[in-house]
């Protein structure tokens, strides 16, 4: 298969490994991307698969909360960042939103079918047509999820002026100030620290064999620790996969206002819960990031790409 040079880009920037590299590597694999990627990882040239690190798309993350109990939060994407500091677009992207936490629809094709909240006469569909002629750019509701509590509470947080838009589902007998306060410092934690999971509970056997394979290929690949006995890489392995699931379990991650800079986000639950007089845990959360996974308009990067192919 003919490896071009939007394909070189596209690898480099889900990786972050080197453009001879990342041509290398999509020549091994026949131009297969996801192989193409596990093999820059099993040779240590890539951390992890990052499809969603190409953030370029503009627009607004925002969130509604109906009753402590009910909330939503949208992403709604516009061409220029200029529109998406625009008055106009904030106040539908609000609008999209309170549709969001209302909607008993199960996806977007349904949202955008539903009777618009401030006039039931147009679809979601039709109110979007008619903002994309009055603003004058391109827009798209990309996403909404709806989270209702079954026992507690929600809480939000928006970051970065609506960057990103997080919510938290408390799951606790007893909701008061102390404990809406505790949430939102957890619901920032998750805006600034990005984690996948609640806790390792959530995590598959399959994540975690896969893990460690691409862990001992990196290994094996070292001239200097693939030397070593079988029960020290095995050790090796084990470790780094621990170091990872404490990057990406919320529970396991330093929580961001410790004191001491130690405190787990679980230890900080357990306080709060002691203060509580019952558990408080997290039962969810759910993060947005405006244009994850979303690319700009083409740059010249890739004739820079070709260029460096074709020496």
Not at 176 to 185: F, G, I, L
Not at 236 to 258: S, T, W
Request: net charge negative; with cysteine; aromatic share 4%.
């Amino acid at each position: 298969m003919a490896i071009t040079a939007a394909m070189v880009k596209e690898l480099r920037e889900m990786t972050g490994a080197g453009m001879m590299d990342c041509k290398k590597a999509l020549n091994e694999t026949n131009g297969n991307m996801d192989e193409a990627v596990e093999f820059l990882r099993k040779n240590g040239q890539a951390k992890a698969e990052k499809k969603a690190g190409r953030i370029a798309a503009e627009g607004l993350c925002t969130v509604m909360i109906k009753d402590d109990k009910t909330a939503a939060v949208v992403e709604v994407n516009s061409e220029t960042d200029f529109v998406a500091k625009n008055d106009t677009f904030k106040a539908f992207v609000d609008a999209v939103a309170t549709q969001a936490v209302n909607s008993d629809a199960a996806d977007m094709d349904a949202f955008m079918a539903e009777a618009w909240n401030e006039d039931s006469s147009k679809t979601v569909k039709d109110a979007l047509v008619e903002k994309v002629a009055v603003i004058g750019e391109n827009l798209n509701i990309r996403r909404f999820e709806k989270v209702v509590a079954e026992n507690g509470c929600v809480v939000s947080y928006i970051h970065g002026g609506g960057r990103i838009g997080v919510i938290v589902e408390a799951d606790t007998s007893v909701v008061n100030d102390a404990v809406k306060e505790a949430m939102t410092n957890i619901a920032m934690q998750i805006a600034a620290l990005s984690p996948k999971y609640v806790s390792r509970a959530e995590i598959s056997d399959e994540y975690i064999a896969h893990e460690k394979e691409i862990l001992r290929a990196q290994i094996m690949n070292d001239p200097k620790e693939s030397q070593k006995p079988e029960k020290v890489i095995n050790g090796m392995i084990e470790g780094r996969v621990n170091k990872e699931l404490k990057d990406i379990c919320l529970v396991d991650q330093v929580y961001v206002k410790a004191e001491d800079g130690k405190q787990t986000v679980g230890k900080y639950l357990e306080a709060v819960s002691k203060e509580a007089g019952t558990t408080v845990s997290v039962k969810r959360f759910v993060r947005f990031e405006t244009g994850e996974g979303l690319e700009k308009k083409q740059e010249d990067f890739a004739a820079e790409v070709a260029a460096q192919m074709n020496q």
